[in-house]
């Protein structure tokens, strides 16, 4: 079992960043074979993708509304994922949560997901 925990979130003005959190615990030996994603909703929205890594690879993916905006990142050391977010606008605003995965590929959907923190809010303000 793995337990992710997000933090970072907040209230930040467009143009602005921030950097988000995800600290894993439980099984190391499964952590390792994950990919770990960040995905958002906002209100009235789907959550969508906004980025994954694998753990062991460091292989990345992102969606093209963060792409050059958006780094996904990961510490084996610290066992947290993170997401630096630059450029900040106000479509943005939503709520992000961390979510593993066991696919063995990158993957992009959010049922491939089993694994989520219990989110964190980022607003940006106009």
């Known amino acids: 079992q793995v337990r992710l925990v997000e933090s970072g979130g907040g209230l930040v003005q467009a143009g602005g960043s921030l950097r988000l959190s995800c600290a894993a615990s439980?099984?190391?030996?499964?952590?390792?074979?994950?990919?770990m994603g960040w995905f958002r909703q906002a209100p009235g929205k789907e959550r969508e993708l906004v980025a994954a890594?694998?753990?062991?690879?460091?292989?990345?993916y992102y969606a093209e509304s963060v792409k050059g905006r958006f780094t996904i990142s990961r510490d084996n050391a610290q066992n947290t994922v993170y997401l630096q977010m630059n450029s900040l606008k106000p479509e943005d605003t939503a709520v992000y949560y961390c979510?593993?995965?066991?696919?063995?590929?990158?993957?992009?959907?959010?049922?491939?997901?089993?694994?989520w923190g219990q989110g964190t809010q980022v607003t940006v303000s106009s």
């Open positions: 979510a593993g995965s066991r696919s063995t590929v990158l993957p992009t959907l959010r049922s491939d997901y089993a694994y």
């Open positions: 439980g099984s190391t030996l499964v952590m390792y074979t994950m990919a």
């Open positions: 890594i694998k753990w062991s690879s460091g292989s990345t």
